[in-house]
């Protein structure tokens, strides 16, 4: 094979000290503990919303889980997890026995050789997102099949500060698909918890959002598994979708994923949100990309389907600009919609039991029940750790989901954690970041 990449490192990736950075696993040593009844969604002071807590429920179960925002291994003692492990692995091993990890967890590729045929789809290299019929993998999402649809999601979350954003989406009936971090999961449970109750759907974004494809068959399967064990330790349900950090993914990943019944979720349009402040990203060059897929609506772009677009639970500013963006892409698309409900998946989760609403139901399209476009889920799970997430607080108000058990709760102060190790690749064919 030709040698073809050598990928420099631009840089950056030293700026912080990354997920698996110390800095961010001691952010939160333990606080008080909260009682659910002090929960409060009104709440939208950030210093007060991240002020440390420490939640029973997850204490007790902590053992079962890698150190937070370290990169996921199997933990000793799992034997549940090591047979799957087994099993899985021995499943990648007939059938994808040449693709193997590549660079480092932070994204450093330099000396990586990748063959240009791209025989293993890695959406790193040309953004590959169809791979070959004869893997048996199923494209991942990355657009919505219903026209003149946005794909609505947040990545990176549970955020300790997201009750503005939160609040915001509940004022204006507007779910989402939230792809949670499972060291945030851990961290701030009872944030994810209030993503459940609000009606947003939850997908995995992985324990320690480093790059995946970097990590071995074991590893790979550990940072997913584990964040879908603690979103359903903590929330109760086993979501059925995950989005690779930085898109980073192939077919080995891939393969994993679906072994694990998640389907892998892209994006078809980045807003760079979370690059503000970084690599001369700013505030306006943002606000150009959200304008750009407006526009494009506005244009008649989406008269056959429409986008998944990359945005940020990571910070005030990342939550901030799509709510200051919300109504010019409510006029622009006819339907705002999470990436489930844009597929019409009405069961979300392995929990067969929990119903979302179909398209028609949730858009009040082609009615065919009696739902309405502001429906809440249906069902109800109730957390296995928390024993509070209770099904659909979706049509309540804050006020009165806080004074639910379930409601959500701020907390923890200085927790600065930026979503770190941001490598900028250059890459041959596409120059781009991504998240
Ligand atoms: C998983 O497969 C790799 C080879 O791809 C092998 O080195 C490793 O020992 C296997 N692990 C287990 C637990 O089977
Ligand atoms: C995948 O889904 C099938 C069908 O629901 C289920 O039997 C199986 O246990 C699931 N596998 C995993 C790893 O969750
Ligand atoms: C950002 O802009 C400054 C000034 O224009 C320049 O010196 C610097 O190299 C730029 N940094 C990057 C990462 O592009
Ligand atoms: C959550 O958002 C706040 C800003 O409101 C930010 O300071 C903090 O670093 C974020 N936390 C994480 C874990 O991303
Ligand atoms: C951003 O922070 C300010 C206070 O610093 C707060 O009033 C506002 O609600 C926050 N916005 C979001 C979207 O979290
Ligand atoms: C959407 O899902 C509903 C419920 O599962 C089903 O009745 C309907 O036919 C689906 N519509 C489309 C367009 O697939
Ligand atoms: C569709 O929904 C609207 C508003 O809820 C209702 O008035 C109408 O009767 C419904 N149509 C059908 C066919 O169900
Ligand atoms: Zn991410």
């Given at each position: 094979?030709?040698?073809?990449?050598?990928?420099?490192?631009?840089?950056?990736?030293?700026?912080?000290?990354?997920?698996?950075?110390?800095?961010?696993?001691?952010?939160?040593?333990?606080?008080?503990v909260i009682?659910?009844?002090?929960?409060?969604?009104?709440n939208?002071?950030?210093?007060?919303?991240?002020?440390?807590?420490?939640?029973?429920?997850?204490?007790?179960?902590?053992?079962?889980?890698?150190?937070?925002?370290?990169?996921?291994?199997?933990?000793p003692?799992?034997?549940?997890?090591?047979?799957?492990?087994?099993?899985?692995?021995?499943?990648?091993?007939?059938?994808?026995?040449?693709?193997?990890?590549?660079?480092?967890?932070?994204g450093?590729?330099?000396?990586v050789?990748?063959?240009?045929?791209?025989?293993?789809?890695?959406?790193?290299?040309k953004?590959?997102?169809?791979?070959?019929?004869?893997?048996?993998?199923?494209?991942?999402?990355?657009?919505?099949?219903?026209?003149?649809?946005?794909?609505?999601?947040?990545?990176?979350?549970?955020?300790?500060?997201?009750?503005?954003l939160?609040?915001?989406?509940?004022?204006?009936?507007?779910?989402?698909?939230?792809?949670?971090?499972?060291?945030?999961?851990?961290?701030?449970?009872?944030?994810?918890?209030?993503?459940?109750?609000?009606?947003?759907?939850?997908?995995?974004?992985?324990?320690?959002?480093?790059?995946?494809t970097?990590?071995s068959?074991?590893?790979?399967?550990?940072?997913?598994?584990?964040?879908?064990?603690?979103?359903?330790?903590?929330?109760?349900?086993?979501?059925?979708?995950?989005?690779?950090?930085?898109?980073?993914?192939?077919?080995?990943i891939?393969?994993?994923?679906?072994?694990?019944?998640?389907?892998?979720?892209?994006?078809?349009?980045?807003?760079?949100?979370?690059?503000?402040?970084?690599?001369?990203?700013?505030?306006?060059?943002?606000?150009?990309?959200?304008?750009?897929?407006?526009?494009?609506a506005?244009?008649?772009?989406?008269?056959?389907?429409?986008?998944?677009?990359?945005?940020?639970?990571?910070?005030?500013?990342?939550?901030?600009?799509?709510?200051?963006?919300?109504?010019?892409?409510?006029?622009?698309?006819?339907?705002?919609?999470?990436?489930?409900?844009?597929?019409?998946?009405?069961?979300?989760?392995?929990?067969?039991?929990?119903?979302?609403?179909?398209?028609?139901?949730?858009?009040?399209?082609?009615?065919?029940?009696?739902a309405?476009?502001?429906?809440?889920?249906?069902?109800?799970?109730?957390?296995?750790?928390?024993?509070?997430?209770?099904?659909?607080?979706?049509s309540?108000?804050?006020?009165?989901?806080?004074?639910?058990?379930?409601?959500?709760?701020?907390?923890?102060?200085s927790?600065?954690?930026?979503?770190p190790?941001?490598?900028?690749?250059?890459?041959?064919?596409?120059?781009?970041?991504?998240?």
């Amino acid at each position: 094979m030709l040698p073809l990449l050598a990928l420099p490192l631009l840089g950056l990736a030293a700026a912080h000290t990354g997920c698996g950075g110390h800095e961010i696993a001691r952010r939160n040593p333990g606080g008080r503990v909260i009682h659910s009844r002090q929960v409060d969604n009104t709440n939208i002071d950030p210093v007060a919303e991240c002020t440390p807590y420490t939640y029973a429920p997850v204490s007790a179960i902590k053992s079962q889980f890698p150190a937070i925002w370290n990169s996921a291994t199997l933990v000793p003692g799992d034997a549940d997890a090591a047979a799957l492990f087994a099993s899985i692995n021995a499943t990648l091993n007939q059938r994808l026995p040449n693709t193997v990890p590549r660079g480092t967890h932070n994204g450093d590729w330099s000396g990586v050789n990748y063959p240009p045929a791209d025989n293993d789809c890695w959406w790193t290299w040309k953004q590959c997102t169809t791979p070959a019929a004869s893997t048996g993998l199923v494209a991942d999402i990355t657009t919505m099949p219903e026209p003149e649809t946005w794909g609505l999601g947040f990545d990176d979350g549970p955020n300790c500060s997201h009750n503005a954003l939160y609040n915001f989406l509940q004022d204006n009936s507007q779910k989402a698909t939230m792809f949670f971090i499972g060291s945030n999961v851990l961290d701030w449970p009872v944030q994810a918890i209030r993503a459940k109750d609000d009606g947003h759907e939850i997908c995995v974004h992985t324990w320690s959002h480093q790059y995946m494809t970097s990590f071995s068959n074991e590893q790979a399967f550990a940072e997913l598994y584990y964040t879908r064990k603690a979103i359903k330790d903590v929330i109760g349900v086993t979501p059925k979708c995950w989005r690779p950090p930085f898109g980073d993914v192939d077919n080995r990943i891939r393969l994993i994923a679906s072994l694990l019944n998640m389907t892998t979720v892209v994006w078809s349009d980045d807003t760079d949100d979370w690059k503000v402040g970084i690599a001369n990203v700013t505030t306006q060059d943002v606000d150009n990309n959200y304008m750009k897929v407006i526009n494009n609506a506005k244009a008649g772009a989406y008269a056959t389907h429409g986008p998944v677009v990359l945005n940020h639970e990571l910070n005030n500013y990342t939550m901030g600009e799509l709510i200051k963006m919300y109504p010019a892409i409510k006029a622009a698309f006819k339907y705002v919609v999470p990436i489930a409900t844009g597929l019409n998946i009405t069961n979300p989760y392995q929990e067969t039991d929990i119903v979302y609403p179909s398209f028609a139901q949730y858009t009040g399209v082609g009615n065919t029940s009696d739902a309405g476009s502001s429906s809440s889920v249906s069902g109800s799970a109730s957390g296995t750790a928390s024993g509070s997430a209770s099904g659909s607080a979706a049509s309540a108000s804050h006020s009165a989901a806080a004074s639910s058990a379930s409601a959500s709760k701020g907390s923890s102060a200085s927790a600065s954690t930026a979503i770190p190790a941001i490598s900028l690749l250059g890459l041959a064919a596409a120059a781009t970041l991504f998240l």
